[in-house]
Nanobody, 120 residues
């Protein structure tokens, strides 16, 4: 079973930058490799539903929510089994717990979440 571990969260000032990283550990679904997995970052603010921030469907270009388009960049390194989220020009609305996600077939895996707080 895959285990996802996030890192890089913390406190950042408005307008600043932060980089989140997620590493996949453990075994993959039989006959698959990490490059076949869809990967993404989601976030959940207090009192809100979890929402998609950015994702990379296997073999496709990255996709972003309207709220982060042009500010955030998602990337993956299949050899290292990592998924990064570069966050630039952050604002208070970006404050949330950020979750890493991988998906292949019907198998969804989630990290434990990392808190990002944007405040002066």
């Amino acid at each position: 079973q895959m285990r996802l571990v996030e890192s890089g969260g913390g406190l950042v000032q408005p307008g600043g930058s932060l980089r989140l990283s997620c590493t996949a550990y453990g075994s993959f679904l039989k006959m698959t490799t990490f490059d076949l997995y869809n990967v993404g970052w989601y976030r959940q603010a207090p009192g809100e539903q979890r929402e998609l921030v950015a994702r990379i469907i296997s073999g496709d270009e990255p996709e972003y929510s309207d709220s982060v388009q042009g500010r955030f960049t998602i990337s993956r390194d299949n050899s290292k089994k990592t998924i990064d989220l570069q966050m630039n020009s952050v604002n208070a609305e970006d404050t949330a717990v950020y979750y890493c996600n991988t998906q292949v077939g019907t198998i969804d895996s989630w990290g434990q979440g990392t808190q990002v707080t944007v405040s002066s």
